[in-house]
């Protein structure tokens, strides 16, 4: 299984499905409904998800997909996969709802626990982001890296968080500037791409949500650490939940974490 022959395809497929999203955007007809984890599902986030799955099963029909937005199947089965696909339809459900711009696709092959390809692709603006492990980062078809981090960093913000909550996570008397932004992937590759130093989640995400930046903020020279400092995991227990979590540039973990 190669993740270059497949990437165009997925690339593609991360498009078409921003295609389906956009129809729904700013829409009158948009419906929103509450899953059972008080998170919002709207159609656009179904639409999106038809098209994914229906891709991924025509371009690897032996490959199994993890999606946000589909049955889960239980850990007993989900260990026992050394490859599949893990997607989030419309990541910043929340922001597509409120009429911001600032939602994604995002698509994650994971092999042997770790995501090997990411694509993201943000549709109102077109920016499209992709990773191969140990083969770069582009953006739009152009290398991206972390920056090297100025006095105070900056830090990209949820536009939902109080500052004084997010604060009491981090080192005392950590000094930065904040840059409130939508969702959690568009956030992590601010990270990969040095538009910003760090960005710190603090409240309940699912796996789905950090694979595709897993793959594109480590291959631009960064990392995902829960705030002990340990990289996130991919299919290791029954919760698909992940814990608080950083995406850090080129700042160190015991710079931010207590």
């Known amino acids: 299984m190669n993740p270059n022959a497949l990437l165009d395809d997925v690339i593609a497929l991360a498009r078409q499905a921003g295609d389906a999203i956009l129809p729904w955007f ?22 999106a998800n038809k098209v994914i799955l229906k891709g991924l099963k025509a371009l690897t029909p032996d490959i199994p997909i993890l999606s946000e937005e589909s049955g889960h199947k239980p ?48 549709p109102v603006s077109k920016d499209c982001y992709w990773a191969i492990k140990g083969q770069g980062v582009f953006k739009n078809g152009q290398p991206i890296h972390t920056r090297k981090p100025p006095t105070p960093p900056l830090l990209a913000v949820s536009r939902h968080q109080s500052l004084d909550w997010l604060k009491s996570h981090l080192q005392p008397g950590f000094d930065f500037t904040a840059r409130p932004f939508g969702s959690a992937s568009l956030k992590s ?28 903020v480590c291959e631009a020279g960064g990392c995902i650490v829960d705030l002990h400092g340990k990289p996130l995991t991919f299919n290791r227990t029954e919760s698909l939940e992940n814990p608080n979590y950083g995406v850090l540039g080129q700042l160190k973990p015991g710079e931010l974490f207590p």
């Open 26 to 47: 700013r829409s009158e007809e948009l419906v929103t409904e509450q899953k059972a984890d008080d998170s919002p599902v709207t159609n656009a986030d179904i639409a």
């Open 75 to 122: 850990f007993a089965e989900r260990r026992l996969w050394q490859v599949y696909w893990l997607v989030d339809p419309l990541d910043g459900t929340r922001e597509f709802v409120g009429g911001s711009p600032d939602f994604a696709v995002n698509i994650a092959l994971v092999v042997d626990n770790e995501p090997v390809l990411g694509v993201i692709h943000a």
């Open 189 to 216: 590759c601010m990270v990969a791409e040095g538009a910003a130093d760090a960005y710190v989640r603090i409240g309940p995400t699912g796996e789905w949500d950090t694979a595709a930046s897993w793959a594109i």
